[in-house]
């Protein structure tokens, strides 16, 4: 029988917290718990300043769980949160570090896929987006940014965990050439998770940081529908190079996508073009197209922007079910025009030095 969540609890109640005289769970320094067919895992997140004092509670919390019947695995991931500001050192100092976002290093490029809405397809662009570059001979990298739910796994057609061999590291995955992280994978997958701000800045940093990507040409990030935290907490953290922003025709998503290239012009985060997913739909019995969702509104929105139209991806059967079913129509049907569209648009990138 596999272990129960409580069953992991009980332990990790029993385990002192070296800093703040309560144990590691209702100090609130063990985070995340996910316990799925015997394998645990769970962050400690802790400020930066105490990670010797911590070693000890992670290698205690490892050798107690490791013991629990029914236990085939445990993962623990340190990670930081900021601490506490010094007091102002007035006397003159070295030149201050540069504040701001910073480039992470091994990673040439960032560039965000954005919608203002769910489900207009911002996943399936960056899926094939990502095999299309792979398979245009880049490094590539995509992080699964979406808290609520991830869906690059389904996509890519990768299953299980990321692991942690030495606590320290997260090995990604990989598949069709992309390798791949997904922040929704940080989180347990039956308890829907509210990632608190302070939180969510330390998950990040740790997807951008921790994982091992190895060298990338890019690293693509499918972001969250809408404008919250997310969107921000990258744009301060890292340099991002550019957004593309995806939409369907339709008004209300088109007004929503207004939202997100408003807050991009905030951050001063450069939108690289906009593209229009649904389009319009192929008739799978006579090839005949309709505009079911209205036509035009993207293009008009994008010279209105003076950004380009980077795409328009027609409403189609196969791209559905390749996507949901772990190879994006780039790599299950190469040969297809929705392929070629992808493959197109990734050559055009790479060629303007932004992929
Ligand atoms: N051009 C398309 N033709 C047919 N189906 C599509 C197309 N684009 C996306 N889909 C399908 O629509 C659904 C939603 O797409 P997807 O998950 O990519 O959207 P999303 O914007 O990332 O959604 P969310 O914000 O909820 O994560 C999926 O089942 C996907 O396969």
Redesign the pocket.
Known sequence: MAVTRDEVLAVLKGIADPVTDTDIVASGTMRALSVTDGKVRFVLEIAPSQAKAYEAVQADAEAKLGALPGVEAVSVVMTAHSAPAAPPDLKPQRKAEPAGPQQVPGIDRILAIA?G??????????ANLACALAAEGRRVGLLDA?VY?P?QPR?LGVSGRPSSPDGKTILPMRNHGVTMMSLGLMANEDQAVVWRGPMLMGALQQMLTQVQWGALDVLIV?L??GTGDVQMTLCQKAKVDGAIV?STPQDVALIDARKGIDMFNQMKTPIFGLIE??STHVCTECGHEEHIFGHGGVAAEAAKLGVPLLAE?????D??IA??GGAPIVVSKPASK?AQTFRALARRLVDEGRA
């Open positions: 919608s809405k769910g489900g207009v397809g911002k996943s399936t662009v960056s979406d739910g869906s996509m499918d969250p529908p995806v997913n649904m991806l027609p409403l189609d059967l791209t559905r996507s949901d929705q």
